[in-house]
């Protein structure tokens, strides 16, 4: 079955710098990759997404990009700011069944410092 | 429209006890999913329903039973309750039925089993 992996699993960065997170799939048919994003305490909301007919994506400061063949994705957050600090996940559907499910990655703590 | 909705919020068990944990939504969605979040684990999928009438496995559900009640309703139940099943609950819905769509997730249960 569909096996994510991401990294970093914790990611500081200083205020107006930019984050990246790395993610990894195992399914080539997996043809949907969103992030989510959650606040300590609170529920996943989802971010943005990318489907795999698609190279890039961007919305306002976050961008992800996917790769294919290398089967990976990325999420790219730019000029960021105390209230990106969060828990980032990246998810992948596999392809088979066209069921909707998602496989999420293990988080990524982001932490933006002042 | 109050999205997704979970309730207990809070539930503590003893090793044995048996509990369900109640979803809803008011969003007309078609796929519901259950999933559970440990630390450093990302979140796994336990059980799905595609559309009403219809239940899946996910990658997680030994020791889980799903019920899809209605098209608004999904219910998890825990028949023997393990300390291995302490994790934080969350529901989800989608609005598509056995594609890929936005996850609405709801504001999770946390269970601690003693």
């Known amino acids: 079955g569909e096996n994510v992996e991401q990294h970093p699993s914790t990611l500081s960065v200083q205020e107006g710098d930019s984050a990246v997170i790395k993610c990894t799939y195992s399914?080539?048919?997996?043809?949907?990759f969103p992030w989510y994003k959650q606040e300590l305490g609170k529920r996943p909301q989802l971010i943005i997404d990318?489907?795999?007919?698609?190279g890039e994506k961007k919305d306002q400061r976050i961008a992800v990009t996917l790769n294919k063949t290398a089967k990976h994705f990325s999420l790219h957050i730019t000029e960021t700011q105390p209230e990106d600090s969060a828990v980032y996940f990246c998810?992948?559907?596999?392809?088979?069944?066209?069921?909707?499910?998602?496989?999420f990655g293990q988080g990524t703590t982001l932490q933006v410092k002042p | 429209n109050a999205g997704v909705t979970q309730t207990p919020k809070f539930q503590v068990l003893k090793t044995g006890q048996s509990m369900t944990l109640q979803c809803a939504q008011d969003m007309n969605h078609n796929s519901m999913y259950w999933y559970r979040q440990d630390p450093g684990m990302g979140l796994r999928l336990i059980y799905y329903s595609a559309s009403e009438g219809t239940t899946d496995k996910g990658e997680v559900p030994n020791g889980y039973n799903v019920s899809r009640l209605n098209k608004r309703e999904f219910s998890l139940r825990l028949e023997s309750a393990a300390p291995s099943q302490t994790s934080v609950y969350f529901c989800a819905s989608s609005k598509i039925a056995g594609s890929t769509d936005t996850q609405y997730f709801g504001p999770g249960t946390r269970l601690t089993v003693l």
């Open positions: 998810a992948a559907s596999p392809g088979s069944g066209n069921t909707g499910k998602l496989i």
């Open positions: 399914d080539s048919a997996s043809n949907y």
């Open positions: 990318i489907r795999s007919n698609v």
